[in-house]
């Protein structure tokens, strides 16, 4: 499909000359119209000159076999390839019932709406696909193998497993159980490999045996290495052992090629990391989570782990009765258990104190790669401060978890001491193997290995009820994702990113919160477009902090689309709303969030993200305004490094301070941190929530008291594009801040834009390009479809001409500006299948086209337009400049559209009108209902209490 858009001549900020009242847009969308029709005809039956690049103004049906049959093999096409040939749906088509373009029919049969992120990710609905075209998996032959080893501590061998699982499904051969290591431990950054005397057998460890049935579920054969083929070492044409250094960081490719293809038995060293993140596919992630639910403690193991346990609370209880403490198991607000893990009566906190780990973190932050690493040792020496901030309670026994024969005395003493000054009930591994009911469990673990014992504490961290780590550490990064994962408890207290993720981005999901309440009718189409994008992408965690009613339409639609719902009244909603209304009707015409008290509370939410429970486990949300959609995944390193010590935000209207709340990347603990003086300073306000210098309501405020941080850290306007500004290929998240779609669809129809010239400079930007990406997530929205309609006719040579008069651009510079914005795209794909598309648009042409009449039932557009329209074909010529010749000359009709002329008074307030906002505190860009805004706030009383919604 091709993508184009508009872009100013002007330098940026500057505004060109736009429709002047309703009568004469209304006039002006008429020529666009005829201008279109003249223009189909004199290029051909189907309106593109022989070139293929042109769409008629109404888009055909075309059917997505047809789509992608140029190549004839239709059948081939993948749903994300069909999904990128889809020409943009307009009015008319869904006046013909084509819903079925989002349909997977096959030979007229409807399949299942395959709307992008209505059943999940781009990655679950390609598995999907692929699903449907059942058959059981081919499992690669047991006569060619891949051994593999392992390497280093606990965590990066469970890993160093599933990157050999993935290496031998990329080579179509069957993976080989490695041998385990005894003792990892690394004094240095060289690979600590298994050797004769440090050595484990893999199902000791691990239930080797559910584990080879799960990979065959994901199509890979694993085989014990009892019932490996013996091969001779010395055979170079049986069998291969290749060191991958040499082949850098990633190595499927050069396994698989070459004469090594050949070898029937290939041997590597350990594969931990060998694949880049670029390289990893939708069935590796499945395989991967499919792994590590299967890398369960062998029966010996999980034994030990259930007398831990319960060595852990009988110890935790003991020490709370001599202390005179009532302990509570709960793990503190929020904590959740599920049926995979959790309820083990105890918290847990995996301490990163060793002699190795102060090593490991002197070097790891001293490699000078460009990479900031800075939060190796945070906050360890004053950890129990950071617990508060995540919401542990005291009267819950706190496991602490650690190495403790590599951990300096004086070290232990100060962190632990620390703990106990706090209040914490602490129960380490040393005291549960001192007490009487560890004594069996201690004795056992003595038999065996560091990593068994390794083993042993991380299905404890399995267990608890809460979950803290060190994020550079992979075994407490792993378990707090796992944990994630299975709905669990998990949290890093040292702040900073989760390097894990780096390598393996699909391990974690960004949470993405947003707030929305049950009468809010009029953003429920973008709210959905919202939630299926996040979902289509993948890579978010959806949250909503929901207001109203539960038994709402949109209340179940989120349930059903896996977003979690948060129910949340926040302890100021009366202050602040008695705080509101004395000046609501001044600052209204800052921001149109004063209009009722609903849109004012519900905005302010946000201020809030740091004491909603369910959130206290992260350490970065991302919030935004539910009038987004996301265009890329988006993972947490792709903010950028340092990560921002309290929010982040991007531009408002100008690329100046203040900035846009409307999306913010939070650090929760430091909003934690600073909840109560940020509460103080939003509610000792006397400007009715306007903050002076500032802005209005949430944003002022937020803007006000993190100053410094924003300033030092603002976020990158590819996370906040607005459509308003040129288009941003790199651009993540689109934001239609000020006027929303159905606010530019108005402005199409009307002229009437309540945000000033914001509507104008969207249109003659990059709204057109965006509405084409948004509109594949809504394609059942009316406005939607409108819009993309609208954009339909801004592509045409001859409406641009239309365009370029009233708007001042030249016939040059307009096409230059459309071709800067689409000479990315591909001009042999524009091509693919546009032939048979053509013969799908003659066939609906006429068809459309009285349909047309149904859109313009309201009166937009005189008869003689619409008998024009009824007639295809070159006859339509002579109509359609007929009409144009008319209304040139100021003779034509407009049903309903015949206007006032405008007053000389109105001419120049026209002309003085600010082009851009320069000044928050002066500018005044909303249009408001006096009377509406009257009634709403009528419901407040002096003391801020409203009325049930």
Known sequence: ???????????????????????????????????????????????????????????????????????????????????????????????????????????????????????????????????????????????????????????????????????????????????????????????????????????????????????????????????????????AAEHRRVELGPLGWSVAGPLGSGELAAVPHLEVDCPLFKLQAGDFTPADEQLVWAGLAALRPSNEAASLVDMFSKAIRQLAAAKAKAAGRVLDAGGGSGARVSASGGGGGFNYIHLRLENDWVEHCARWESIHDGIVRD????????????????????????????????????????VLGQLEAAGYILVTSEDVAASQPGKTAAAALAERGREFSALVEYFLGMRSERFIGNSVSTFAALGMLERRHAGLWGAYYNGGNIPLVTVMPFL???????????WSKNYEYMLKAAVRSARYQGSLKPYCIFTGDEQSDIYAWLVVHDVELISHTPAWTEQLLALAKAKAKDNVHHSHLFKTPDMLVATFQRVDLPVVPILDQYTYV???????????????????????????????????????????????????????????????????????????????????????????????????????????????ILHFHGPKPLDLLNFVTTGKCDFSNVCENAFLNSLCPYIREWAKFVPDEVVAVQLEDACAWLDVPNVAELFKKKWGLSGRQLAATKEEQSGQVNAAAIQAGVMAQQKARLEHALELRRKLRKLVAGGKLSPEVVEALDKPGPGSKAAAMAIVRKLRAGKGKSRGGRAQKRTEKKQQKQQEQQKHLESFDTASVVTVNEKEMADAWGAIDEDGAASQQ
């Open 508 to 518: 974690h999901k960004l949470p993405w919160v947003f707030t929305y309440n049950s």
């Open 1 to 235: 499909m091709r993508v184009t858009g508009w872009k100013r001549g002007a330098r940026a900020g500057s505004v060109l000359p736009g429709p002047t009242s309703p009568a004469r847009y209304g006039l002006y969308l008429i020529l666009i119209l005829a201008g279109y029709l003249a223009g189909s005809a004199l290029r051909g039956p189907y309106g593109d000159g022989g070139r293929g690049t042109q769409r008629f103004l109404i888009s055909a049906h075309v059917s997505t076999t047809t789509a992608a049959a140029s190549d004839g093999d239709a059948g081939a096409t993948s749903v994300a390839d069909k999904l990128s040939t889809l020409p943009h749906l307009s009015m008319a088509s869904r006046l013909l019932g084509a819903k079925e373009l989002y349909s997977g029919g096959v030979d007229g049969d409807t399949a299942a709406s395959i709307i992008p992120g209505d059943r999940g990710s781009a990655a679950e609905e390609a598995a999907a696909a692929a699903g449907a075209l059942g058959g059981a998996l081919l499992l690669p032959p047991a006569n060619r193998t891949l051994r593999f080893g392992v390497c280093n501590g606990y965590a990066n061998q469970r890993l160093a497993v599933l990157y050999g699982i993935m290496l031998a499904r990329r080579l179509g051969r069957s993976a080989v159980l490695p041998v385990l290591i005894d003792n990892g431990l690394q004094r240095s950054d060289t690979n600590v490999l298994a050797s004769g005397d440090n050595q484990v057998a893999f199902s000791q460890m691990y239930d080797e045996r559910a584990f080879i049935k799960a990979m065959e579920g994901v199509g890979v054969r694993v085989l014990s290495r009892e019932d490996t083929p013996e091969v001779g070492a010395g055979n």
């Open 622 to 732: 991302l919030y935004t305004d539910a009038d987004v959609y996301f265009r890329r995944p988006l993972h947490l390193d792709d903010f950028g490094l340092p990560l921002p010590h309290s929010v982040s935000m991007s531009y408002e209207f100008v690329n100046m301070f203040p900035y846009n709340a409307g999306i913010i990347l939070a650090n929760l603990p430091t909003m934690r941190e600073n909840y109560d003086a940020f509460l103080t300073m939003m509610l000792d306000n006397n400007d009715g929530l306007y903050y002076i210098n500032y802005g209005p309501a949430d944003q002022g405020i937020i803007n006000k008291f993190y100053e410094k941080d924003l300033k030092q850290r603002m976020l990158d306007p590819v996370f906040n594009t607005k459509p308003y500004n040129p288009f941003e290929q790199l651009t993540f």
């Open 375 to 414: 939060n190796c040792y945070n906050h360890t020496e004053d950890v129990a401060s950071r617990l508060a901030l995540f919401g542990f309670s005291n009267s819950t026994p706190l496991y602490v978890a650690s190495y403790w024969k590599d951990v300096e005395p004086q070290r232990r003493e100060r």
